[in-house]
């Protein structure tokens, strides 16, 4: 499977800022997603990061609030902005190998304070 | 709406048993099922797939589907503590390209 890192691997960041999260692939890839992995709770799919053109967003989630990017077919990055801590999450970049199977970054820890 | 839906638990097991993890999901032209183990602090490891009905067997673990009880279920037999996890029930619905996610079903082995 692909090697997939992120950076940072956690952040504690103020109220109002900006932080963006980047995700490296060792191989290109078609697919790439970003989740969000709330305290104790599951993973929710925020956007497929589209290389190319504009990221697809899941409903509940806008471009002005995580922005995304996909320059080619080994990087992507999202930035959460304006931040609140209701945004507090762990923040995990995927990628789909073959047809099927998607694999995960380490995630990104991110604290607002 | 997509949904998919596992037992929260926690489940408890002894060391030795088997840990029977279940798992449905709604969108019955779903395709693709996967089982995915996260351990507390990283992030979720792929550890089965499944896409015909049937069973799908790999070492200790045991991957089920019944399509027409929209139905899967991950078996790990003799458990050990380092089964002890939260796993992931992941469904590829037939329009979507990612994975829809259950909540995870917490399972804690003791020795």
């Known amino acids: 499977s692909a090697v997939i890192s992120q950076k940072p691997s956690r952040d504690i960041c103020q109220r109002g800022t900006s932080l963006t999260i980047q995700c490296q692939v060792d191989?290109?890839?078609?697919?790439m997603f970003w989740y969000r992995q709330q305290p104790g709770q599951s993973l929710t799919l925020i956007a497929t990061?589209?290389?190319?053109?504009?990221?697809?967003?899941e409903s509940g989630f806008v471009i002005d609030k995580f922005p995304i990017s996909r320059p080619n077919l080994t990087f992507s990055t999202l930035t959460v902005s304006n931040m609140s801590p209701e945004d507090s999450s762990i923040y995990l970049c995927?990628?789909?190998?073959?047809?099927?199977?998607?694999?995960f970054g380490p995630g990104t820890r991110l604290t607002v304070t | 709406q997509k949904e998919v839906e596992q037992n929260s638990g926690p489940l408890s097991v002894p060391e030795g048993a088997i840990a029977s993890l279940n798992c449905t999901y709604s969108?019955?032209?779903?395709?693709?099922f996967f089982w995915y183990r996260q351990y507390s602090g990283k992030s979720p490891e792929l550890i089965m797939s499944?896409?015909?009905?049937g069973d799908k067997e790999d070492g200790r673990f045991t991957a089920q589907l019944n399509k027409a009880s929209q139905y899967v279920s991950l078996l790990i037999r003799d458990s050990q503590p380092s089964d002890s996890a939260t796993y992931l029930c992941?469904?590829?619905?037939?329009?979507?390209?990612?994975?829809?996610f259950g909540k995870g079903t917490t399972l804690s082995v003791s020795s």
């Open positions: 995927s990628v789909k190998q073959g047809p099927y199977e998607q694999y």
């Open positions: 191989s290109q890839v078609t697919m």
């Open positions: 990061a589209n290389q190319g053109s504009e990221a697809t967003y």
């Open positions: 969108d019955r032209g779903s395709q693709s």
């Open positions: 499944i896409y015909s009905n």
């Open positions: 992941a469904v590829n619905p037939p329009a979507g390209t990612a994975l829809i």
